[in-house]
């Protein structure tokens, strides 16, 4: 791609980004359509070095089975992949993939951080809406993306029967993500009652060592009233 193009590209992200903003900040509730014109925004700002990932993205925006989707089936969840395909969380969720990937930094940490909210606030209403297979969301989980995982766990915070120590344990102690493992901390926190002493005692352990990173605030918060509550 040539300089021209390089200009044109950048020129066509500001002018997305304006129009996905004006309408963002009049819209109390942004659906998928204005999270995606977002990160188009943003994505074409940057250039040609995620185009592939744009064109993905367009793509599953446009109706085409998502990448996203593809995996969930792949690594044995091929009902729950049809409970997302075609549907404005499978959408969030890709978009949410792209942006954590591509969108790197501390510059960009409030754009993830709200796509990442809005991602687990739909995924938590669609759980409620559908039905979706415990069995399916366990195997899928260990094989799976980063994004994916948060998916999977926002997805347990609407339906409790889709929530598995074992899975949070592995969230929490081997994480693909920061956000993971502070989503598999918030719903340790809600269901460690529910659990039974042997399920329990793995997941306190998975707690108490997990890596917090640079003394991560919130994570530090629930850990500690974890610790405190058992």
């Known amino acids: 791609m040539n ?3 390089l200009w044109a590209v950048g020129g066509a992200g500001v002018a997305v980004l304006l129009v996905a903003g004006w309408k963002t900040y009049f819209s109390p509730d942004p659906g998928a ?3 995606v014109m977002l990160i188009t925004g943003g994505l074409l700002l940057i250039g040609p070095f995620v185009l592939p990932h744009l064109e993905a993205l367009l793509l599953g925006a446009g109706g085409f089975e998502l990448r996203l989707v593809r995996q969930i089936a ?3 969840a091929p009902g729950t992949a049809r409970l997302l395909d075609n549907t404005e969380l499978a959408e969030i969720a890709e978009a949410y993939g792209v942006i954590h990937t591509q969108l790197v930094g501390g510059t960009y940490y409030t754009v993830r951080k709200q796509i990442q909210d809005h991602l ?4 938590a209403a669609f759980a409620g809406q559908r039905t979706f297979d415990p069995a399916e969301i366990r195997a899928v989980f260990p094989g799976a993306s980063g994004p994916v995982r948060v998916l999977l766990l926002g997805l347990m915070q609407g339906d409790p029967r889709l929530v598995d120590a074992a ?4 969230a929490i102690s081997v994480p693909v993500t920061a956000a993971e493992q502070h989503q598999a901390l918030v719903l340790a926190e ?3 009652r529910r659990f039974t002493e042997a399920e329990r005692a793995p997941l306190l352990a998975a707690v108490d060592a997990a890596d917090l990173g640079a003394d991560d ?3 530090r918060k629930i850990v500690d009233r974890i610790k405190a509550a058992h």
């Open 33 to 35: 359509a204005l999270v």
């Open 190 to 192: 809600a269901n460690l």
């Open 217 to 219: 605030g919130d994570r």
């Open 74 to 76: 792949r690594h044995g």
């Open 120 to 123: 687990l606030t739909r995924a």
């Open 3 to 5: 300089r021209w193009w």
């Open 167 to 170: 899975t949070l344990t592995s």
